[in-house]
């Protein structure tokens, strides 16, 4: 009988000792599965920020859809030579442009591509010729007579006096083509009363044809749309890059 109570006892007792010894390692598996889940929760956190950002970015231009084009036009020299053919492809930020040239978005950017091919002619544009522009960097001077020119067309006979002043012009490269970018204000007349707005335009030499150059524009057109809210700061800036980014050269 002792035997057996003494058997017991060291029974209980190793038992006892298994189950002390066990209780650190259920311990540190604990604080281990704590760190681990505090360590996969660092990333997932951080990938929601990115994503937050990124989806931030689109907020900020919610009308941009990229719509392709093709842009062709054929260049003469004076006397009306034929020189070649500028031939690109280029992004709008949602509509397509009119006949006319411009294009109404679906917020109140108003975008336009210059003819290439024209150049000043005793300070004026001579419309019966098709010159070359003679420099990249004063082709938006050269072209802004046609520019009010189109805008006159497109407009109804409530605008007019339509004017670009520059405030800021600088040489820029984007996908090895060399621009000039250029800032400045708007000005019209509408139903006799004076108004204006921000522009920001790039010139872009498309090296097809010697001296063939081309001008988008991007105007804040929220002064004219009441319906539509206004434009957010940066918003042209941002259209504009966009656009002369998406512009590729065809074969």
């Given at each position: ?43 997932e ?29 054929d ?17 709008y ?9 411009w ?38 001077e ?5 520019i ?34 250029y ?31 081309l ?24 259209y ?12």
């Amino acid at each position: 009988m002792k035997k057996k109570v003494l058997l017991m006892g060291c029974i209980s007792a190793l038992l006892m000792g298994l189950v002390s010894c066990g209780q650190p390692a259920s311990s540190e598996g604990t604080e281990s599965t704590v760190n681990s889940s505090e360590s996969e929760t660092v990333p997932e956190t951080e990938e929601k920020s990115n994503e937050t950002s990124e989806e931030s970015v689109d907020e900020d231009l919610p009308y941009w859809k990229g719509v392709k084009d093709f842009f062709g036009y054929d260049i003469y020299t004076a006397g009306r030579t034929y020189a070649g053919r500028v031939a690109i492809n280029i992004e709008y930020p949602s509509l397509k442009p009119t006949s006319f040239g411009w294009a109404y978005q679906l917020d109140p950017a108003y975008v336009f591509v210059t003819s290439p091919g024209f150049v000043l002619v005793d300070g004026e544009i001579d419309l019966n010729e098709n010159l070359l522009v003679e420099s990249l960097e004063d082709t938006f001077e050269a072209t802004k007579p046609q520019i009010c020119r189109y805008l006159k067309s497109d407009r109804n006979r409530r605008y007019d006096n339509f004017d670009f002043v520059v405030e800021t012009a600088e040489p820029v490269t984007i996908n090895d083509l060399s621009m000039y970018k250029y800032t400045g204000i708007h000005t019209y007349t509408y139903e006799e009363e004076d108004r204006q707005c921000d522009f920001v335009a790039y010139s872009v030499d498309t090296k097809q044809v010697e001296h063939s150059y081309l001008t988008l524009i991007v105007l804040d057109d929220s002064l004219s749309s009441p319906s539509l809210d206004p434009l957010p700061e940066g918003t042209i800036e941002a259209y504009a890059r966009k656009m002369a980014e998406s512009i590729t050269i065809r074969e």
